[in-house]
C-alpha cells in the first residue's frame, strides 16, 4: 500500500551548462547502514531506520556530504556553483501515531541542536 501526504509536483526547473552533481541519503537500511548489495531483494533484509545521531530524541537520522570531483589532471575543482538547493523528506510509517507527520528536526554540521520545522 503507498499514499503521499501531498501529490508530487515538478518543485524546480533548472537548465545548466556543463556537469551537475546531485546529493542524497539514506533513511533505511540494514545494520544502521544504506543497502546497496544488488545481489540481495530488499524483501529478504530486516530494513530498519539508519539512526546516526545517538539522539534518544529521534529514531531516524542520517546526513549526506558533497565532494566535489577534482579535474582530469587531479587538481581541485574551483569552477562549481549552486544553481538550486532544496531539502527534500520522504518516510515511511507502517504503524503508530501519524499526527507529527509534519515534524522534523534539522541540523547543519556547524549546529550543535536540532531546529523544529513543519
Known sequence: MAQTFEPFTVRENIEVRGSMLVIGNAIIGENNQPFNDNTRDNQNVSMQYIDIDNDNSTFSS???????????????????RVAYAALYWGASLQSGNRNNITNIKFKTPQSTAYSNIT
Open 62 to 80: 542520517s546526513s549526506a556530504d558533497i565532494i566535489m570531483p577534482t579535474q582530469s589532471d587531479g587538481s581541485p575543482t574551483t569552477c562549481y
